[in-house]
């Protein structure tokens, strides 16, 4: 076993420091280096430093943090999808967790291709007219939603059978294993389709809002999909760095077929967005219209 061997082995082992930790332990070392005797300082950097002896160093520095403070880190290369999601499922219990109120709005303004820009305002309860962009988007009351921009101008405002969709899921689990269920169950494509169990974990995560419990349910269901896939060193559409994850494409898929890339912010561990489009903006607002 030669020395990175050593090295990769002890850091496996026992984790990697955060950054204050580094920085104290570097001060540390640069002062040992300035008053120590120099036949002391001149082993770590001399050809002919021993394997136990970098190894140990390393081990000094890596075990300043335990490791469940690890985090994805920006740049990091391999990073795993699995601890990727319960980072996320964990950044997502610290959201705020008062509910809105029924009769209010939810904005999310989205970054697309091309500088192109999405805002929509949703009804929180499914009942009220919201807006996506600059066109009404019906709400359901009674069980009837008037028709806004028909092709046939002769069905503009006449009523159709509805039920809600409301923007605010309280209805959604929020255990691993339950939302896990609830997306085999409900996901837009085949039993067995992982790709579109992936499309419905991103249009939860967009364009509706969850309680914390059931965000961090959602990713915490996703990292229980088989061939989830990292992808290091990607950007979500508005080019904010991340680390991505993905799904293979369904058998049978064309071949141009590409999979859904879900971003996730390499410090924070929040939903960026994907890696054509991004979350701009995701908060709720009293009137359809409103910004924050």
Known sequence: MDELE?????AETVGFATADDLAAARARFLAATRTGPRRSRRWFWAAGATTIGLAAAITAVVTLAPADRIGVGAGVANADPVKVLTEAAGAALTEPATAPRPDQFLYVKTALPEHQTREVWLSVDGTRDGLIGDTKSAGCRDGKAPVYGANDPTKEGTLEDCVPYPAYRADLPTTGDAMLAYLEAHHSGEKGDTNAIGKDVI?????QALSPASYAALFEAAAKVPGLQAVDHVTDGAGRPGVGITWPVSPGSSPDAKPEVLVFDTTTHRF?????????????VDQAGQRP
């Open 203 to 207: 249009d939860l995560a967009y364009e």
């Open 6 to 10: 050593l090295i990769r082995e002890r």
């Open 272 to 284: 960026l967005g994907t890696d054509t489009t991004a979350v701009m903006a995701k908060t709720f």
